[in-house]
């Protein structure tokens, strides 16, 4: 069989690479109408939902940065329902060091481990003290489920909880 020809990445799997950016634009209109008793359809919603997600990445031989914004704003059309909304779900930026012995991320993000359950504004760091421990940190404000453009700065929140493994293959 012919040899494979190595692609540039390959060579070195942390070959300085310039910004690479991946970005996706979304956007519908939604209509919901209501009629009871045979009376005129009444419009119970009129919006336009636009959608942006934008990701970036820069990789050099010492360290790896990502960014990352994904949000959505709801355009309310019915003037006496107006409720239009600014949903940011994600807006960070993500730095780890070439071997990822050290990683951290700052911004909104979210979580499901380390006792962190869901979205915040804050700070995660994790080191990797070797190969079986990964000591990780966190602090930060929750972010509002329910209006998702409110930060609970009343709130801060911090944590430190290592990860192990692998043991016995598993």
């Known amino acids: 069989a012919p040899a494979r020809k190595k692609l540039p990445?390959?060579?070195?799997?942390?070959?300085?690479?310039?910004?690479?950016?991946?970005?996706?634009?979304?956007?519908?209109?939604?209509h919901d109408s209501t009629a009871s008793n045979g009376a005129s359809p009444v419009a119970t919603q009129s919006a336009l939902n636009t959608n942006l997600d934008v990701s970036g990445q820069l990789r050099h031989t010492e360290y790896e940065l990502r960014t990352r914004f994904s949000g959505g704003y709801l355009n309310d059309f019915l003037t006496d329902n107006k409720k239009d909304l600014l949903n940011i779900s994600s807006?960070?930026?993500?730095?780890?060091?070439?071997?990822?012995d050290w990683s951290g991320r700052l911004g909104r993000q979210s979580q499901i481990s380390g006792g962190v359950l869901g979205r915040f504004d804050g700070l995660s760091l994790s080191y990797v003290v070797n190969p079986f421990?990964?000591?990780?940190?966190?602090?930060?404000?929750?972010?509002?489920?329910?209006?998702?453009?409110?930060?609970n700065s009343d709130t801060t929140f911090y944590g430190v909880n290592f990860d192990l493994g692998t043991f016995a293959n598993a």
Do not use: F
């Open 9 to 30: 990445d390959e060579q070195h799997p942390l070959a300085p690479a310039g910004w690479k950016v991946y970005s996706s634009l979304s956007q519908y209109y939604r």
């Open 91 to 100: 807006l960070y930026v993500d730095a780890a060091t070439a071997h990822r």
């Open 133 to 151: 421990v990964k000591l990780n940190a966190v602090s930060g404000y929750p972010v509002d489920l329910i209006a998702p453009d409110r930060v």
